[in-house]
């Protein structure tokens, strides 16, 4: 069993910052890539950020230089610090991670049960 468990949205007035971070725990016996997806009402999942076990990231256009990825591997963690946000940044933001387990040694696609940002102007 892995649980991904996010905290940290919540509403904030444009211009301002927000972190997310999400904490991995479980049957885990490595985790791979990570990352953050968001969906706005109406719209399709989207990635935010991703980042591999060694730290290379990768951003969606809409966020370089606004938002940075980073992992701890120690403590299973994985964080999203948004800066200058925007009301189009307003969403459902979702975890998640590539995760090897000992319970299947196999690897497969886990999700947080997402947490709400919300920019207002």
């Known amino acids: 069993q892995v649980q991904l468990v996010e905290s940290g949205g919540g509403l904030v007035q444009a211009g301002e910052s927000l972190t997310l971070s999400c904490a991995a725990s479980g049957s885990i016996w490595r985790i791979n890539d990570m990352g953050w997806y968001r969906q706005a009402p109406g719209k399709q999942r989207e990635l935010v950020a991703a980042i591999s076990r060694d730290s290379s990231t990768k951003y969606a256009d809409s966020v370089k230089g606004r938002f940075t990825i980073s992992r701890d591997n120690a403590k299973r963690r994985v964080h999203l610090q948004m800066n200058s946000l925007k009301p189009e940044d307003t969403a459902v933001y979702y975890c998640?991670?590539?995760?090897?387990?000992?319970?299947?040694?196999?690897?497969?696609?886990?999700w947080g049960q997402g947490t709400q940002v919300t920019v207002s102007s």
């Open positions: 998640n991670a590539k995760i090897l387990t000992t319970t299947t040694w196999s690897s497969a696609d886990y």
